[in-house]
């Protein structure tokens, strides 16, 4: 079983939709959790931390379910600039501390 | 916003020949990382450095690779002697000492071994 896994999608969805990714995760010592976008050839560029309790950055609203070992992405209210990829990152535990990402789920949002 | 920046952008090698990826981390971070994604597939993780050491490699991370922090700011990933299958993004990150910061990315430099 992969680390960390997505849905690579596409995700087409009009503009002003609201659209959710989840990412699971198999390592249940799994320490920290973040979600990244990636533009096309660019580097993933933080997009929120997940913390337990959930959290929320404008549109965007971060989950973590630890019993069921997986973080999940909401956007409301989708825009044209939205387009992009979303990578799923986790701290494995606490003996591998480097960030492992999943493939990503690519978005699509579309005029 | 304080960034990590890296050098070069592109860089076009033969099979065979030595390279040097050059990254400069964010000025008060102390975990250095460099990871790497073939065109089209995952970010993957190659190494880990913190303390002036390597904290944590991938099996990716063989031989001939390594990685050095030469001065204050700089950090390099050499390859000894590239190979076609080490033509990808190769990008450096930072982060804080936070348990839980997050990592800081520079834009990559593309390597193409021909």
């Known amino acids: 079983r992969k680390e960390v896994e997505q849905d690579p999608g596409p995700f087409n969805v009009p503009e002003g939709a609201t659209v959710a990714f989840n990412c699971t995760y198999s390592n249940s010592a799994s320490q920290s959790f973040f979600w990244y976008r990636q533009d096309c050839r660019k580097e993933p560029k933080l997009l929120m931390s997940v913390y337990s309790s959930g959290n929320e950055d404008g549109r965007f609203t971060a989950q973590l379910n630890r019993a069921s070992q997986y973080i999940s992405l909401l956007i409301r209210d989708s825009k044209l600039s939205d387009s992009a990829t979303y990578l799923c990152?986790?701290?494995?535990?606490?003996?591998?501390?480097?960030?492992?990402f999943g493939s990503g789920t690519r978005l699509q949002v579309q005029p | 916003e304080p960034e990590v920046t890296q050098t070069p952008s592109h860089q076009v090698t033969q099979m065979g020949q030595e390279v040097i990826l050059r990254c400069v981390p964010i000025?008060?971070?102390?975990?250095f990382y460099w990871y790497r994604q073939i065109l089209g597939q995952k970010v993957e993780f190659l190494v880990s450095f913190y303390n002036n050491e390597i904290s944590e490699k991938s099996e990716i991370f063989d031989d001939q690779f390594s990685v050095e922090r030469p001065d204050g700011s700089n950090f390099t990933l050499k390859i000894r002697s590239t190979k076609l299958e080490d033509s990808a993004m190769y990008f450096c990150a930072s982060r804080g000492q936070a348990f839980n910061s997050p990592l800081h990315f520079g834009n990559g430099t593309r390597l193409t071994v021909t």
């Open positions: 000025s008060n971070h102390l975990y």
């Open positions: 990152a986790v701290v494995p535990d606490t003996g591998r501390r480097a960030l492992t």
